[in-house]
Nanobody
Framework: QVQLVESGGGLVQAGGSLRLSCSAS????????MGWYRQVPGKQRELVAT???????NYADSVKGRFTISRDNAKNTMYLQMDSLKPEDTAVYSC???????????????WGQGTQVTVSS
């Protein structure tokens, strides 16, 4: 009923930039909190950044000052601008959202499939 699709991942050199997008589709009534998470094989998934429907943001200490999360509510899309990338940022980045659908106006949690970001040194 709801799909989250990430795009924008890829290979970049250290110091470079990438912009990730997460587009939500389906019978969406509203999207509440959204966030980006990342995971490296063998490690737990970790929070990167979150954003509320009103635009309040929160960042992991490791990305503060380098990453910027934003959203376009009219397009049901969230972004992650990643600057000054480091090799330790290499991970699969997944988007997460609390979404209410038209037929059931209660927020449920959804995940995207993930997009690989690789930063070479």
């Amino acid at each position: 009923q709801v799909q989250l699709v990430e795009s924008g991942g890829g290979l970049v050199q250290a110091g470079g930039s990438l912009r990730l997008s997460c587009s939500a589709s389906g019978n969406i009534l509203s999207i509440n909190n959204m966030g980006w998470y990342r995971q490296v094989p063998g490690k737990q998934r970790e929070l990167v950044a979150t954003i509320t429907s009103g635009g309040s943001t929160n960042y992991a200490d490791s990305v503060k000052g380098r990453f910027t999360i934003s959203r376009d509510n009219a397009k049901n899309t969230m972004y992650l601008q990643m600057d000054s990338l480091k090799p330790e940022d290499t991970a699969v980045y997944s988007c997460n959202a609390w979404v209410a659908i038209i037929s059931l106006p209660v927020s449920r949690n959804y995940w995207g499939q993930g997009t690989q970001v690789t930063v070479s040194s």
